[in-house]
């Protein structure tokens, strides 16, 4: 039961136009994963639901060696990896048809009380994680605070819109991670692959949101961004970017 696979198939609207999977994809495919396996060990939403608790993720790192194609098969494998502090870590691997490991993933998630929205301990909240931990850990360094120079450019503005939200009415992960690439995409060689990303989810972003999105390039490869809410200037997210 610690351990947890899926297959997925990528259809034609998971494609990029260089006919590649789409990061974001990939994303929104560890996301589903996450909640099949929660369900499955007792802590799915409407579980977390009924005691007045939710997951909220916190933080996740994407490695992608390489992209699935059209009507390509994909395995997807995942598992509780340990705790560290407020977090439950939750890890992911990708096999292509022939088994080959293509990509693998790290999330962070936080547990919060509905009503007062207090932080809980994952071992205070969930009896029985530990049990179901498998203590492998797909990077060798954790998650961590990003961090962005003070130097930045603004990229991008954003208006949260009604396709941006979730089942709890809030911005959709994946979204934030769309919002960033497409930021630098715009601007920049668009045949460059994306091979790593990585993202702190700090505050949330709600409808009718403006969003400002800030960036700093560390390399020719790698950009650190900073959205920020326009008004009282909360700090929505910090992200860095890897490519090729």
């Not at 936080?110 to 809980?120: A, P, S």
């Not at 071992?123 to 961590?144: G, M, R, T």
């Not at 603004?154 to 089942?167: A, G, M």
Request: proline content about 3%; aromatic content about 10%; glycine content about 4%.
């Amino acid at each position: 039961m610690n351990l947890f696979s899926k297959e997925f198939s990528i259809s034609s609207y998971d494609l990029n136009p260089k006919g590649k999977a789409r990061l974001t994809t990939m994303a929104n495919f560890f996301q589903e994963l996450a909640y099949h396996h929660a369900s499955k060990l007792g802590f799915g939403y409407d579980d977390m639901k009924a005691r007045q608790t939710t997951w909220v993720l916190s933080r996740m790192r994407i490695r992608m060696d390489s992209y699935p194609v059209w009507d390509d098969r994909i395995a997807m494998e995942t598992w509780p990896s340990g705790v560290d502090k407020l977090f439950a870590l939750r890890d992911f691997r990708i096999r292509n048809s022939e088994g080959k490991v293509i990509g693998m993933a790290s999330t962070a998630w936080l547990i919060l009380n509905i009503e007062t929205h207090r932080l809980i301990r994952p071992k205070e909240a969930l009896e029985h994680f530990k049990l179901i931990v498998h203590p492998e850990q797909v990077f060798a360094y954790p998650l961590d605070k990003i961090d962005v120079p003070d130097e930045t450019r603004v990229l991008s503005h954003h208006s949260v819109v009604f396709s941006d939200l979730d089942i709890i009415g809030h911005v959709n992960n994946v979204k934030y991670m769309e919002w960033c690439i497409d930021s630098v995409i715009a601007s920049s060689n668009p045949e460059r692959e994306i091979r790593e990303f990585e993202i702190n989810f700090n505050h949330e972003a709600l409808f009718g949101d403006k969003v400002e999105i800030r960036g700093h390039d560390l390399s020719g490869e790698e950009t650190r961004f900073l959205a920020t809410r326009k008004g009282d200037g909360k700090e929505i997210i910090r992200a860095r970017m890897v490519r090729d």
